[in-house]
C-alpha cells in the first residue's frame, strides 16, 4: 500500500509545478550572474526585480525594503544582529518562549554574552498577556521579538498592539512571519513592524529561500556583507529561487487568499470526525484564534511518537513537535511553555496544505481509529 499522505506542510511543503517550471530555465539556459551589466545577466536582474515588488505587495512594503537570503532563519538572525548592533548601550530584548528555534538559539547566545532576555510566558493554551509584554520594558530594552503565528499548535498572536507597544516607546519589533504568509493577510505599514522574515519552503516555493524585510527608516547592518541586495546581504543572488518564490507569492496573491477556507474546512473536518469517532482527546492551542491548516491533537494514554511511527508504517505523515527540534527528542518546547500534562496526552501536529483532500482525511481518521482502540486496549 503506497498511500504517502503527507500531513506535515508547516514542516515544509512540495513545490508547486508552476512554480518549479518558471524556475527551471535559470539552472541551465539562463545561467547569467544577475548583477552583470550585459543582458545576459541584466534579464535575470529584471525577473529578480519582478519577484521583489511581488513580496512587497504581499505584505505592503516597498520595494526596497525587500531583501532576499538562504532562509528565514538567516532573515531572523540578522534582524536580531542588526537590532543590537545599532543600539550598543542597550542590552535587553524581549520575547516569547514559544519562538522557532533561529530566534531562541540567538536569544541563548545573545545571553552569554550579557544581554537580559524576557521570555514572555504563554497561558496553557500558548496565548501571551500584553500587559507582560508593557511590564517588561525598561530603558535597556533595544528590540520585541514575537512570532506572528506558531509553528506547532497554530496561535495567532497579537501583533498589531505589540507593533503598538513597540512604537509608544520607541523600540523596535521583529517578526517571524513564516508560518503565517499565505494564511494572514499582512500589512507591515499597519502591523507597525519594522523587521519581518519569510520563508519559501512553507508556501510551495523551495527550501533555500528567505525574505529579510527592513523598514526603510531603521539602520540597518548586513550580517553576510558584500554588494549585492544593496548592500545589505552579500552573494550571488539565487535567481532561480528567487523568482521561484515570487511565482509562489503570485498564486497566493491571484487565489486571493481562498485556499484557507478549503484548509478550514479539512482541519474542521478532522476535528469534528476525532470528536466523533475517539474519546478523551485534547485539541491544544487557541482554538479561537489559530491558523486554519494546523491542528496539535492529543489522545489520551496514546504516546505520541509511537503513533507517528506507526501512521509512517502506512506512509502518513505527521510530526511531533517542530521538525527543527525532532531530531533531539525532546518534548516540544511550545506545549512545554503552555504546562500542559504530556504524560497523558502528548500530541501530533496535522498540518494540511493545499494539495491534501478530505479522502486522505477519511482514511487518516480510520486508521487512527483502530491505532488508538490498539493503544487503549494494551493499556
Ligand atoms: N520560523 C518559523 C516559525 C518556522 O516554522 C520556521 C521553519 O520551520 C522558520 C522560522 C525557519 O525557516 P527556514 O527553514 O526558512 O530557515
Request: glycine share 6%; hydrophobic share 35%; net charge neutral.
Amino acid at each position: 500500500m503506497n498511500l504517502n499522505i503527507y500531513f506535515d506542510n508547516n514542516a515544509t511543503t512540495k513545490c508547486d509545478e508552476e512554480v518549479l517550471n518558471t524556475m527551471l530555465p535559470y539552472f541551465n539556459n539562463q545561467y547569467g550572474n544577475p548583477s552583470s551589466i550585459y543582458s545576459f545577466g541584466k534579464d535575470i536582474k529584471n525577473e529578480i526585480t519582478k519577484a521583489r515588488k511581488k513580496v512587497a505587495e504581499l505584505i505592503n512594503a516597498d520595494e526596497s525594503e525587500i531583501i532576499f537570503t538562504s532562509c528565514a532563519s538567516e532573515s531572523n538572525v540578522t534582524a536580531i544582529m542588526s537590532a543590537i548592533r545599532n543600539n550598543p548601550t542597550k542590552k535587553h530584548i524581549i520575547t516569547t518562549s514559544v519562538e522557532h528555534a533561529s530566534i531562541l538559539e540567538t536569544m541563548n547566545y545573545l545571553k552569554s554574552i550579557g544581554y537580559k532576555i524576557t521570555y514572555l510566558s504563554v497561558d496553557e493554551q500558548g496565548k501571551i498577556d500584553l500587559q507582560e509584554l508593557e511590564d517588561s520594558i525598561d530603558e535597556a530594552t533595544c528590540l520585541i521579538t514575537v512570532m506572528m503565528a506558531n509553528n506547532e499548535i497554530g496561535n495567532i498572536y497579537p501583533i498589531k498592539e505589540i507593533g503598538k507597544i513597540a512604537k509608544k516607546h520607541n523600540i523596535l519589533f521583529h517578526c517571524d512571519s513564516v508560518q503565517a504568509v499565505g494564511k494572514i493577510k499582512i500589512d507591515v505599514r499597519d502591523l507597525n513592524i519594522d523587521t519581518l522574515s519569510l520563508s519559501g519552503h512553507k508556501i510551495n516555493a523551495p527550501k533555500g529561500i528567505g525574505v529579510l524585510y527592513v523598514k526603510n527608516q531603521i539602520p540597518f547592518t548586513p550580517l553576510v556583507f558584500g554588494h549585492q541586495e544593496k548592500n545589505r546581504r552579500g552573494g550571488t543572488e539565487n535567481a532561480a529561487y528567487i523568482i521561484g518564490l515570487g511565482k509562489a507569492i503570485d498564486l497566493i496573491l491571484k487565489d486571493n487568499y481562498q485556499l484557507n477556507n478549503y484548509l478550514k474546512d479539512l482541519r474542521d473536518y478532522l476535528e469534528d470526525q476525532i470528536r466523533k469517532n475517539i474519546d478523551d482527546i485534547i485539541i491544544y492551542g487557541d482554538l479561537n484564534n489559530r491558523l486554519p491548516n494546523t491542528s496539535s491533537i492529543a489522545f489520551k494514554g496514546v504516546k505520541a511518537e509511537e503513533l507517528m511511527l506507526i501512521l509512517e508504517s502506512f506512509n502518513i505523515y505527521v510530526s511531533t513537535g517542530s521538525a527543527c527540534n525532532s531530531e533531539t527528542k525532546e518534548p516540544s518546547h511550545v506545549l512545554k511553555a503552555c504546562n500542559v500534562d504530556l504524560n497523558n496526552y502528548s500530541p501530533i501536529r496535522v498540518s494540511f496544505g493545499k494539495y491534501n483532500t478530505k479522502e486522505e482525511v477519511d482514511i487518516f481518521v480510520k486508521k487512527l481509529i483502530s491505532i488508538v482502540n490498539m493503544f487503549r486496549k494494551r493499556g
